[in-house]
């Protein structure tokens, strides 16, 4: 199993950035594909970003292609999420998850997920 903590999110001004950080507990985590998911107040949670166990591969949301980036540190058991020119739309909870298939982590359905860390951008 994985288990995962993030971190980095804060307050920020529209057209700034932040660099959110998902540790890794386990022995595992180098084989796991990890993605990033968001939820704002009243939605559902959305597809962010994904990355594959190698850092080769990597996919985004429509309305973050562009502006974020998703890579990790395998030694350093880490998952990143780069933000740059962050908007008020922006302004979620953001969650690092992990799942050892890649269909699985395609469709939305990683085993392993962390608490989540608050991002909120102002007008």
């Known amino acids: 199993q994985v288990q995962l903590m993030e971190s980095g999110g804060g307050l920020v001004p529209s057209g700034g950035s932040l660099r959110l950080s998902c540790v890794a507990s386990?022995?595992?985590?180098?084989?796991?594909?990890v993605g990033w998911f968001r939820q704002a107040p009243g939605k559902e949670r959305e597809f962010v970003a994904l990355i594959n166990w190698s850092g080769d591969n990597a996919k985004y949301a429509d309305d973050v292609q562009g502006r974020f980036t998703i890579f990790r540190n395998n030694a350093k058991l880490t998952a990143y999420l780069q933000m740059y020119n962050l908007k008020p739309e922006d302004t979620a909870i953001y969650y690092c998850a992990a799942d050892f298939n890649w269909g699985r982590a395609v469709a939305g359905l990683l085993d392993f997920w962390g608490q989540g860390t608050q991002v909120t951008v102002s007008t």
């Open positions: 386990g022995s595992d985590f180098t084989s796991s594909n």
